[in-house]
């Protein structure tokens, strides 16, 4: 059987079941998580995993910030149906089967997991931040040596993968941590702008204005004055003064959205207006559900809302130039959504991971996603059909 491949490989799959298992599927989910730091790679690993060996159902929980375990993925459970009681974590792989002359010591862990018939801690430098549970392998099978000794190393490679996700996790935190403190920042410097040096020198155009109606009227026929070519400059001044004082104002609203906090459905309307005027983007917009709805939605989501409005508008302008957008604001079923979609040529955008569109430097689409998490939502960027781009954000009203 050592000379013949073929026989070899039916001994293995005879004994060990359908999967000779090897390092190759290891290291491959060592480069998935090297590419994609995200929940969603721990995620399409245990997929892989409980395909791997077999089982019907799988779950990975970890530990969130406040340190309580919380479910990551779910293959065959509801997570919403799944009650997770407080428990001290394993201290090494068990086995139901194996474990049952030791009920006193793992009484405490299979209760929560009556469908378990593995459960392998996830252990990060001697701390264990989670746990991997599998059901048994097919109806009434049984984990072998070689599944548990794969299983085992698969956890440790979940394990190193957890923690450059919990890095990168801790890191969009911290950026949104600096979102809200940033946009603090602007309102209150486009406030300090908005109410003194506009105002100042929107005082000043009224005043010359006010000069040139009233104390120099038109001197042309008078030989010998200067008032004419005072006048002259006096409203060239005053030009120049009603042109610095649009600039100010253009540069208070490009720091702070001021709509933003007077409501969602102005806080769009305003974003429609300012880029139809702006940058003559053709647009049009839909609302869906009860009026009282929307006057109930939060500043915090109406400030992503425009945020995520505004973002998906710049890159239209600088992707799809000249393409018509449909935009579709909802509140139905305790559930927030902002669609746009656009007609224009598409954009490889729409393909891309958080992951990648922060290495290729898509800044514009991270604060977009950021927003989206701020407000306890989430984001996404989809291909249209037949062509475009379609941003879709969600949050909880």
Known sequence: MYTNQPLRQFVDRLVYGKLAFNQDPLKDFLQFLTRKPELDTLKRIVTMLADMVDVSQAMLLLKNGDGYLTVVTAIGIDPNTFALEEFRLPDRPLLRSVER???QDIEKLFPSFCWAEMLIPITIR????????????GPDGYFNARQVSFLEQAAQVLAV???NVLLFESGR???RQILVVREQERKRVSMQLHDEPLHQVTYATAVLDHMLMKQLPDCSGQEGSDEPELASKLTAVAAHLREAAVSLRNICTNLYLPFQDQGLKVAVEEVLEHFSHEYGVQSTVEYV???EMFAQVSAKASRAVGRVLNGALLNVIKHAPGADV???LSCEDNTLTLTVSDNGPGSHIADLSYTELLRRGHLGLIGMFEWAQYAGGQLEVLPNEPTGVTVVFQCPL
């Open 101 to 103: 002359r030791r009920a």
């Open 126 to 137: 001697d701390e264990q931040v989670g746990i991997l549970a599998f059901s048994r392998p």
């Open 161 to 163: 993968g957890t923690e």
């Open 173 to 175: 935190k911290m950026a």
């Open 289 to 291: 559900g009860a009026e």
């Open 326 to 328: 449909h935009v579709a």
